[in-house]
């Protein structure tokens, strides 16, 4: 049982550089969450899903886009990365809102 | 005022002995009380989780909570080198279903 999947687990980006990371998670959950963590900050919600066809900001969505392509997939898109991005970003699901979240391994973010 | 205060420490303790990690919150709207655990290059995992004052026991680990002082903690007795991690409190908000995490107080357990 393979949980929650994040790809790439690590990537360098130029500055004003595109890329996507994707997330597939296997456990029918309903919803699922894109955060980023940074040193003293602690994990911080980018953006949320509640379910599939929505989506929703959470506390730092600027410079980011999402699209929960289906159930089980909801991927996070940085159309022009900027070194402030540089970070840990972590996807994240659960059934339905509680605080028991099940998270991927993280993707390791660095923008030069 | 942060909704939630951590420690971020690092906190070393040798093996054996007990450890206390805190976290204070200001929102009285947190019904939720929870304790993820991350491992280094890994995602959080949830280890705890709570709803009422007092105490919840699970194994070594037990989770406190005092809703009037609004003060969290998490106890591990005995503590081995596996328990090496960083913790991280964690309160829900049923109203607006919305997670709010501590920053994480890292433990290292010394053999």
């Known amino acids: 049982n393979a949980g929650v999947t994040q790809t790439p687990k690590f990537q360098v980006l130029k500055t004003g550089q595109s890329m996507t990371l994707q997330c597939a998670q296997d456990m029918n959950h309903n919803s699922m969450y894109w955060y980023r963590q940074d040193p003293g900050m602690g994990l911080r919600l980018i953006y949320y899903?509640?379910?599939?066809?929505?989506?929703d900001k959470g506390e730092v969505p600027n410079g980011y886009n999402v699209s929960r392509l289906n159930k089980r997939e909801f991927s996070l898109r940085l159309e022009s990365a900027a070194p402030s991005q540089t970070s840990v970003y972590f996807c994240?699901?659960?059934?339905?809102?509680?605080?028991?979240?099940?998270f991927g391994e993280g993707s390791r973010l660095t923008v030069l | 005022q942060k909704e939630v205060e951590q420690d971020p420490g690092p906190l070393s303790v040798p093996e054996g002995a007990i450890v206390s990690l805190n976290c204070t919150y200001s929102?009285?709207?947190?019904?939720?009380f929870m304790w993820y655990r991350q491992y280094s290059r890994k995602g959080p995992e949830l280890l705890m989780y709570?709803?009422?004052?007092g105490n919840k026991e699970d194994g070594r680990f037990t989770a406190q909570v005092d809703k009037s002082s609004k003060y969290i903690s998490l106890f591990i007795r005995d503590s081995q080198p596996s328990d090496s991690a960083t913790y991280l409190c964690?309160?829900?908000?049923?109203?607006?279903?919305?997670?709010?995490f501590g920053t994480g107080t890292r433990l290292t357990i010394i053999p």
């Open positions: 709570t709803y009422s004052s």
């Open positions: 899903s509640a379910s599939e066809g929505t989506t």
């Open positions: 964690a309160f829900f908000n049923f109203g607006n279903e919305k997670l709010t």
């Open positions: 994240a699901s659960n059934r339905d809102p509680s605080g028991e979240l099940f």
């Open positions: 929102n009285s709207a947190f019904q939720y």
